[in-house]
């Protein structure tokens, strides 16, 4: 299984970013899809789960503001990021059933 993740950049804080990861290498509608993060030495934490059957979990501190969504043909978990705050700088990773994990894509969030 392979995650390719891409979208993240410098936004200045209130902007917008998408990110997008590709997974190949499995069947992607069986599995449950999600995005964590990881600031500079802090743990990694979830930001966004997707299930199979689309259903969604999202960390508070993102609630409101990320849209986590897959498109099964397209084999692609995507995270839209609104109103972005400096706190949300970090690597963001993408995974497959917790399992299989990207090498993550870095948002860095300027005030």
């Known amino acids: 299984v392979q995650l390719q993740a891409c979208g993240g950049g410098l936004v200045q804080a209130g902007g917008s970013l998408r990110l997008s990861c590709k997974a190949t290498?499995?069947?992607?509608?069986?599995?449950?899809m999600g995005w964590y993060r990881q600031a500079p030495g802090k743990e990694r934490d979830m930001v966004a789960t997707?299930?199979?059957?689309?259903?969604?979990t999202y960390a508070d501190s993102v609630k409101g503001r990320f849209t986590i969504s897959r498109d099964n043909v397209r084999r692609t978990v995507f995270l839209q990021m609104d109103s972005l705050k400096p706190e949300d700088t970090a690597v963001y990773f993408c995974?497959?059933?917790?399992?299989?994990w990207g090498k993550g894509t870095q948002v860095t969030v300027s005030s």
């Open positions: 290498g499995t069947i992607f509608r069986i599995n449950d």
């Open positions: 997707i299930s199979s059957d689309h259903g969604t």
């Open positions: 995974t497959s059933n917790n399992r299989y």
